[in-house]
């Protein structure tokens, strides 16, 4: 018997595939997870030639569901260097106002950011538990992919940026990657957006992004805004990636005239109790 939650995740999904997949495309990014099953099952049910689209998985589980439902499969690394997805579709852990995301719950969070990073949007697909006014408001920590080598040290520097108590998931010993790292769980108070502190979205990642309210969120207090303890955490020795999404979407990097896409979704799709879709999309900058 279908469950309620299985039932929102589909109904989220068959919404996102309707309004953002055609079969014109060339090259289509297919996240992890148990809602990513039905954007792809979402995509079949079409009924339309997909023969010519290749699709990129975001890991080893990705690309079994993407050859299981007989659709073809290719790795990132194989696209042509000015090629970018023309979609990716992808879960979260957690959604917030400003789409925001946390993500690496199934341990996959560095190739779906290569991923969404890729393609000219990501669009996510979740149900309605993933719907938050801010993140770590009921997902407990933020995933983070560390070289095993350096997890004592790592853990180590999360405690002094005020994770109480960040640890090396494990189940019958630490739980590996694709890339044969471990993941590391660290819990924070809620997170902060740029709208709590009067500063603007525009970061990619990389530094870039309007800096009024500088000092603000950066753990004064215990309170950290996203994107600053994402950029702090991605700069300790050993830290390969940060599961939180934050900055730019890929429409928004279009629109500054680069090449490439974005950390955050164009668009979140949370299946709800009553058979209904909620849709947050990305602000339209002024």
């Known amino acids: 018997m279908t469950t309620p939650i299985e039932t929102a995740k589909r109904n989220a999904a068959q919404r ?23 954007v792809v099952d979402a995509i079949r049910a079409l009924n339309v030639d997909v023969s010519k689209i290749s ?12 050859v299981k439902a007989g659709l073809t499969p290719i790795t990132l690394d194989s696209l042509p260097a000015d090629v970018l997805l023309d979609v990716a579709f992808d879960g979260a852990d957690e959604v917030d106002e400003e789409l925001n995301c946390i993500k690496g719950g199934g341990a996959c969070l560095y190739q779906e950011k290569l991923v ?10 979740a149900d309605h538990r993933k719907l938050v006014p801010r993140l770590l408001t009921s997902w407990p920590s933020i995933p983070i992919e560390v070289e095993p080598l350096a997890a004592a040290r790592v853990l180590r520097v999360l405690r002094v940026l005020g994770s109480p108590s ?20 660290a819990p924070f ?4 957006t740029a709208e709590d502190l009067g500063t603007s ?26 994107q600053s303890l994402a950029r702090e955490i991605k700069l300790i020795q050993g830290v390969l990636e940060v599961g939180l999404f934050f900055g730019r979407n890929g429409v928004e990097v279009a629109a500054d ?28 900058k002024s």
Not at 116 to 125: E, L, N, R, T, W
Not at 189 to 192: C, G, H, I, R, S
Request: net charge neutral.
């Open 16 to 38: 996102a595939v309707d309004e953002h997949f055609s079969p014109e495309f060339q090259y289509v990014g297919i996240g992890s997870g148990s809602t990513i099953v039905y």
């Open 55 to 66: 699709f990129v998985p975001t890991g080893n589980e990705s690309r079994k569901m993407i």
């Open 116 to 125: 969404a990073m890729q393609a000219q949007k990501f669009v996510c697909v």
């Open 166 to 185: 960040p640890s090396v998931r494990d189940k019958d010993g630490p739980i590996k990657t694709d890339q044969d790292n471990f993941i590391v769980d």
């Open 189 to 192: 108070p809620t997170l902060l």
């Open 201 to 226: 979205e525009g970061g990619n990642g990389e530094g870039k992004g309007d800096t009024k309210g500088k000092g603000k969120g950066k753990g004064e207090n215990g309170k950290w805004e996203v």
């Open 257 to 284: 005239g680069e090449f490439g896409g974005g950390q955050k979704p164009v668009a979140a799709y949370f299946g709800m109790t009553d058979g209904s879709v909620v849709v947050r999309e990305a602000k339209k």
